[in-house]
C-alpha cells in the first residue's frame, strides 16, 4: 500500500488533493514557514513529524484559512485556495482538528456535531428547530456513534473529559462529506486505550478521505500513515515511507535523538 | 419547555402534552397578564403594564444577541427610534412636517422592515469587533444618530421631533385606550418572547450560540460567521422595531431625547439587571426599572433617581451577574441548576460529591 502511494506520487497521477508550493509564513521576523511545498494524492494518508515550534500547527492553519500564507500558493483538488475564506474551503470538503480542542462549551455534544453536519450544506439560517428525521441530524447521530460518543450525546461538552472532548473534535472533523482532514496532535494528552481507540477511528474511515496527522508519538503515527514528512524549523526536510524515515540517520539526529515526546 | 427553565440547551425532542410543553410557569404567568387588567388601574395597566412590555421588548432584541450571540449592544434604541420616525414621517403628526398619514398597515411594516434594515446595517458594522470594542462601536452609533436627528430639520424635524402621533384605529377600538393598548403590547410581547424561546433552540439560535462560543470552530466547519452575526442583528431589528411603534404610539411623540445615550443605557440596565440568560429576563428588567422610575422619583427626586439605579444595577450585579434570573437560579430547587453559566459548578459539586460518597 505505501509503496503504491509512493509510486503514484512519482508518477503523479491522479488530482491531488493538497498541492502546497513555496508556502512561507512570516510572523514579523520570525519564519514560521518557509519553502513548503508538497504534494499530497487524494486518499492518502500523511503524517506530519517534527519538533515543538517546527511550524507544523501553522502549515494546518494557511492551508484551512485560519491565516493566510505570506508566499505561495495552496491548491485543494485542482482549486487555487490560497486567499479562500475559510468556512469556503471547509465547504469544498477540507475538514480539520486543534491541537487544542476549539469547542462550543455550552451546547450538547449532538448539538454540536449536528451544527457542523449543517454547516456543509444548506438552511443554516433555518429559524425552526431540527427534527430528529432531518438528514444533518441523523448524520450527526451516526458520527457520534463512530466516534464513541453515544452515552455523552447529550451531554454539555464543557462537562466532557479531556479524552471525550478530543472525541469530538474528531466528529466535527467527520461531519459532512470531508474530501481531506487535518488532525492536528488528535492524540495528544489521551490514555493508551483512548489512543487505541483513536487509532481504530482513524482506520476505519472511508478509504477515499485522506487526511494529514500531526503525531509526536511515532508509534501512533506509523499505525495511521502511509507516507511521513519531517519539518524542522518551518522546513519540510526529509518525505518517505515510516520505513524510510526510521533509519535515516538526519532524522534520528534530529528528532529520535533527543528521546521522542509521548503527549 | 418544563417551567420557566432557564436552561435552554438541555431540551430534546420529547413527545409532552401541551400544558408540560409551555410550563407551569408559563401558563400561571400567562394567566396573570391576561387577567391583569381586570385588577389594575388604567394607570398601572399602560405606565406601568404597557411601557414595561414595550421597554422588555426592546432590552429582549439586545438578550437576542448578547445572550445568544455574544454582542453587546448599545444601538438597540436607536433601531426602535428608527421605526419611531417612521411612523412620524409616514403616519400622522402635528408638527406638520411630513405626515403622509398613510395607514398603520403600510406604515407600520415599513418601519420594522427599515429598523431591521438599519439594525443589519448597525450590525454589519459592529461585527468586525469583539466584547468591550462592540459597545464602544455601537454606542458611537447611536451617539452619531442622536446628534444627526437633532441636528437635521429636513427629515428628522430636529431638536423637537415630532409630535402629535396617533395610535390607529381599528376593530372599532382605539388602540391607545389602556386596555386595547395593554393587550396590544402584551400580544406583541408573548409572539416576541416565544420566537425567541422557540428560536434558540432552532438550527440559526444554535448557530449563534456556537458563534458566541467559538468563532474560530465555527469558521472550521463551515459557517460563514459575519454573515450569520449579521442575519441575528436584523432579526433583533424585527423585534426592536415592532416596540419602537409602540413606543411611540405610548409616548404620542419622538424626539431625539427617545434615542438619546440616556435611554440607550437604560436598556443595557434593564437586560442586565433582568438577565442575559433567559428571555424572561429583559421583561424582568423592565417591570423593575418602570417601577423604580415611577414610584422612586416621588422618593429621592428626579436628580438622585440615577445615583438609586445605579447603585440597585451594582447591588444586583455584584451579588448576581446573571441579574434577576441568575438570584432566582440560585434559591431555586436543584434541578435547574445546571445552565450554561453555572455548569461547571455544578459539574464540579456532583464530582465532590461521588468522591465523598
Ligand atoms: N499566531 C502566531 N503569532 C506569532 N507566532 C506564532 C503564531 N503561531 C505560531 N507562531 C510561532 O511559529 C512557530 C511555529 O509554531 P507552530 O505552532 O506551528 O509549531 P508546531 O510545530 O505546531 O509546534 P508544537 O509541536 O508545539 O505544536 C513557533 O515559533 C511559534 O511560536
Ligand atoms: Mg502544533
Redesign the pocket.
Known amino acids: 500500500m505505501a509503496t503504491n502511494v509512493a509510486a503514484s506520487r512519482l508518477q503523479g497521477t491522479g488530482t491531488n488533493a493538497l498541492e502546497l508550493d513555496g508556502v512561507g509564513r512570516q510572523?514579523?521576523a520570525?519564519a514560521?514557514?518557509s519553502g513548503i511545498s508538497m504534494r499530497i494524492a487524494a486518499g492518502e494518508r500523511r503524517a506530519v513529524l517534527?519538533?515543538?515550534?517546527?511550524?507544523?500547527?501553522?502549515?494546518f492553519?494557511t492551508i484551512t484559512g485560519d491565516?493566510n500564507p505570506t508566499s505561495g500558493t495552496i491548491r485543494f483538488f485542482g482549486e487555487d485556495i490560497t486567499t479562500l475564506a475559510a468556512h469556503e474551503r471547509i465547504r469544498r470538503g477540507l475538514r480539520r482538528t486543534y491541537?487544542i480542542s476549539q469547542l462550543f462549551t455550552n451546547l450538547t455534544v449532538l448539538e454540536s456535531v449536528y451544527l457542523a453536519c449543517r454547516g456543509v450544506s444548506r438552511r443554516r439560517y433555518s429559524l425552526l428547530r431540527p427534527r430528529a428525521s432531518d438528514g444533518a441530524m441523523a448524520q450527526a447521530e451516526s458520527i457520534v456513534h463512530a466516534v464513541h460518543l453515544d452515552g455523552e450525546k447529550d451531554a454539555m461538552v464543557g462537562t466532557l473529559s479531556h479524552g471525550q472532548q478530543r472525541q469530538l473534535e474528531i466528529a466535527l472533523a467527520l461531519a459532512g462529506a470531508p474530501r481531506f482532514i487535518l488532525f492536528?496532535?488528535p492524540a495528544a494528552g489521551l490514555s493508551p486505550t483512548e489512543r487505541r481507540d483513536l487509532i481504530d477511528i482513524l482506520n476505519a474511515l472511508p478509504k477515499h478521505i485522506g487526511y494529514i496527522i500531526?503525531e509526536?508519538d511515532l508509534d501512533v503515527a506509523l499505525r495511521v500513515s502511509e507516507y511521513v514528512s519531517m519539518?524542522h524549523n518551518?522546513r519540510l526536510f526529509k518525505e518517505g515511507t515510516p520505513e524510510e524515515i526510521e533509519n535515516d540517520p538526519t532524522v534520528q539526529e534530529i528528532y529520535l535523538g533527543g528521546g521522542h515526546r509521548h503527549g | 419547555m418544563t417551567d420557566l427553565t432557564l436552561n435552554p440547551t438541555r431540551n430534546r425532542l420529547q413527545s409532552q402534552n401541551w400544558i408540560e410543553k409551555a410550563g407551569i410557569g408559563h401558563i400561571l404567568l400567562a394567566l396573570f397578564l391576561l387577567i391583569y387588567p381586570a385588577m389594575a388601574s388604567d394607570f398601572f395597566l399602560t405606565q406601568i403594564g404597557g411601557y414595561s412590555l414595550v421597554l422588555g421588548m426592546i432590552a429582549l432584541s439586545l438578550m437576542l444577541l448578547a445572550g445568544y450571540g455574544g454582542m453587546v449592544s448599545l444601538a438597540q434604541i436607536t433601531v426602535a427610534g428608527a421605526a419611531g420616525y417612521v411612523v412620524a414621517i409616514f403616519g400622522e403628526n402635528n408638527s406638520g412636517v411630513y405626515g403622509f398619514g398613510w395607514p398603520w398597515w403600510i406604515y407600520g411594516p415599513l418601519a420594522i422592515m427599515i429598523a431591521s434594515m438599519m439594525s443589519a446595517l448597525i450590525g454589519w458594522i459592529a461585527v468586525r469587533t469583539e466584547g468591550i470594542y462592540t459597545i464602544m462601536i455601537t454606542l458611537a452609533v447611536a451617539t452619531a444618530c442622536f446628534y444627526f436627528a437633532q441636528q437635521n430639520y429636513a427629515l428628522f424635524n430636529g431638536f423637537p421631533g415630532y409630535n402629535g402621533l396617533r395610535a390607529p384605529e381599528f376593530f372599532g377600538v382605539y388602540w391607545r385606550d389602556p386596555v386595547p393598548f395593554y393587550y396590544l403590547c402584551l400580544a406583541n410581547a408573548v409572539v416576541a418572547y416565544v420566537a425567541v424561546l422557540y428560536g434558540a433552540r432552532s438550527t440559526f439560535g444554535l448557530t449563534l450560540q456556537a458563534i458566541r462560543d467559538n468563532q474560530r470552530r465555527m469558521r472550521a466547519i463551515g459557517f460563514n460567521v459575519t454573515a450569520h452575526k449579521v442575519f441575528a442583528w436584523w432579526l433583533a431589528g424585527l423585534i426592536a422595531g415592532a416596540a419602537g411603534i409602540l413606543l411611540v404610539w405610548f409616548n404620542g411623540r419622538i424626539s431625539p431625547g427617545t434615542i438619546a445615550v440616556g435611554p440607550s443605557i437604560n436598556i443595557l440596565v434593564i437586560a442586565i439587571i433582568g438577565g442575559l440568560r433567559h428571555p424572561i429576563g429583559p421583561f424582568l428588567g423592565a417591570v423593575i426599572v418602570v417601577l423604580m422610575q415611577t414610584f422612586a422619583i416621588d422618593l429621592v427626586g428626579a436628580e438622585r433617581f440615577n445615583t438609586l439605579i445605579g447603585l440597585v444595577f451594582l447591588v444586583i450585579v455584584f451579588i448576581s451577574p446573571d441579574g434577576i434570573l441568575g438570584l432566582w437560579e440560585r434559591f431555586k430547587p436543584q434541578e435547574g441548576r445546571d445552565n450554561w453559566r453555572s455548569f461547571k459548578k455544578a459539574a464540579n459539586k456532583s464530582e465532590n460529591q461521588g468522591r465523598n460518597a
Do not use: P, R, Y
Open positions: 510572523f514579523g520570525l514560521a514557514l517534527g519538533s515543538n515550534g517546527a511550524g507544523k500547527t501553522t502549515l492553519n491565516f491541537q492536528d496532535e500531526i509526536h519539518m518551518g
